[in-house]
């Protein structure tokens, strides 16, 4: 089976760095992926790592450990807007294929 | 380009009536997921589809639950009877599974049931 893990809430103020861990148990293993989400709207894309290492997109960077099973969503100059939900999710082997199982969220509340 | 389209966007009905949740994938995406979100459980995958086949059902939770895919661009998720327990916001996806694009998202049906 397929199990992920994160902190269910994360609390950080303006300008800060918030790093948001996920660790996960798969049968099988293809890669990582992190997902935005706001209240009220749908699950947005905002990386996917499938090799081990840093992988950075302007003020959002994911990282990958593969022996460890272990990735992180780091967030830096934090700004109000980004106040959502954070998913990770693992693309893995299951019965049936390839599939997408995704973590519980950690919601990210930015203070000014 | 458009996105994974839903409809519709809220429903309110009784519980015991027929209800019925549509999704347009992405022009070229062959994969499909249907997801459900509450408060309780998370987002969890009900089906998914390769190529309009169903792949992966074992995620819906009964036999009220159906979900068909007739063609490319199109798919439903029904469920009949409904039961108060089934409002949630359900999730269209789609991917192209050919590569390692991730899956995108529709904006979701906000289910409710008296």
């Known amino acids: 089976g397929q199990s992920l893990e994160q902190p269910s809430e994360v609390t950080a103020v303006e300008g800060a760095i918030v790093q948001i861990n996920c660790t996960y148990q798969t049968s099988g293993f293809y890669g990582l992926s992190w997902y935005q989400q706001h209240d009220g709207g749908a699950p947005t894309f905002l990386s996917y790592n499938a090799l081990d290492g840093l992988e950075e997109t302007g003020r959002f960077s994911s990282f990958l450990s593969r022996s460890d099973s272990y990735g992180y969503l780091l967030l830096q100059e934090l700004q109000m807007k980004d106040s959502a939900s954070y998913f990770c999710a693992v693309r893995a082997i299951t019965n049936y294929g390839q599939n997408f199982v995704f973590g519980p969220g950690t919601r990210l509340s930015v203070l000014p | 380009d458009a996105g994974v389209i839903q409809s519709p966007r809220h429903e309110v009905t009784e519980m015991g009536q027929e209800v019925t949740l549509r999704c347009k994938p992405i022009s070229g995406h062959n994969s499909l997921f249907w997801y459900r979100q509450t408060m309780m459980r998370g987002l969890e995958l009900l089906i998914y589809f390769n190529n309009n086949v169903p792949i992966d059902d074992s995620g819906m939770p009964e036999d009220r639950f159906s979900a068909k895919m007739p063609n490319a661009s199109f798919s439903t998720l029904k469920i009949q009877p409904s039961e108060p327990r089934d409002s949630a916001v359900y999730f269209c996806?789609?991917?192209?599974?050919?590569?390692?694009?991730?899956?995108?998202f529709g904006d979701g049906t906000r289910l409710s049931i008296l």
């Open positions: 996806a789609s991917r192209d599974p050919l590569s390692d694009q991730p899956q995108h």
